[in-house]
């Protein structure tokens, strides 16, 4: 299975959800999680890949974007105490689930992706309706489930970070991007130490998946700062969409 074309192959996809994920301010791993289970991956080395490759996409393009302002450093880092205590508790258990018992839960990943984001409003920065301090505690609770589901999935946790910096801090929706591309690395990287430990990290499929994402991220970063975010957002559901449903007819059948 580790020839040329599976490198290759990572290669790809790690460009791909490296490009997208910078454009939606997630790690990519709802794409290639599903992606490498549906190629023929054991779905926990799929996941523990996924999150490595997520640190890829987190570094690319992460200082052009800062440079840009778009990046709130403190919102990140007071949302990730939460997300990292979320993702340990997430490696540890999924690590001892069965592997089509992760598929469901990539899958719900996915639709839950796809939901986020029709509701995503695409207007400019505003005021949080719950105030600073409450809304940033109700941003701090939703994170650490955000975490959790990145270790169990093996996702960056954007597809819920994203909207909670939009939806509840009110950041624009490029800095909320920008934001949580900063945060999903963050995340990964304490899932993917678990998982590393824990010895389901595969180099050969790893290794291609980061040099294909962070590529993919860099680009993608300097695509963010000119494209439209509700230009892509239908894109990003109907993925969503297709992926969760090839994941649920696998793990049933």
Do not use: Q
């Amino acid at each position: 299975m580790y020839d040329l074309v599976t490198s290759v192959m990572c290669l790809v996809i790690g460009f791909l959800a490296g490009f997208v994920g910078s454009l939606l301010g997630i790690g990519g791993g709802s794409l290639t999680t599903p992606t490498l289970i549906l190629y023929g991956v054991e779905a926990h080395r799929a996941v523990a890949a996924s999150l490595v490759a997520i640190l890829g996409t987190s570094l690319g393009g992460i200082f052009h974007l800062y440079k840009r302002g778009l990046v709130r450093v403190k919102a990140a880092f007071i949302l990730e105490s939460a997300s990292i205590t979320g993702a340990f508790v997430g490696a540890s258990l999924a690590i001892r689930l069965p592997s089509n018992i992760v598929s469901l839960i990539v899958a719900s990943a996915l639709i839950l992706s796809a939901i986020l984001f029709v509701i995503i409003p695409v207007e400019k920065e505003r005021k949080s309706k719950l105030g600073l301090r409450k809304s940033y505690i109700v941003a701090w609770i939703i994170s650490l489930a955000a975490g959790f589901l990145s270790a169990t999935a093996g996702i960056g946790g954007g597809i819920v970070k994203t909207p909670v910096l939009t939806l509840i801090l009110g950041l624009s929706v490029k800095s909320a991007v920008s934001t949580s591309k900063l945060m999903v690395g963050i995340t990964a990287g304490t899932g993917a130490i678990t998982y590393g430990i824990s010895g389901h990290i595969d180099p050969y499929i790893a290794v291609p998946l980061v040099i294909g994402t962070y590529t993919g991220a860099w680009v993608g970063a300097r695509v963010l700062t000119r494209i439209k975010a509700k230009n892509v957002r239908v894109i990003a559901v109907l993925t969503y969409v297709i992926f969760a449903t090839s994941l649920l007819i696998r793990a049933i059948l």
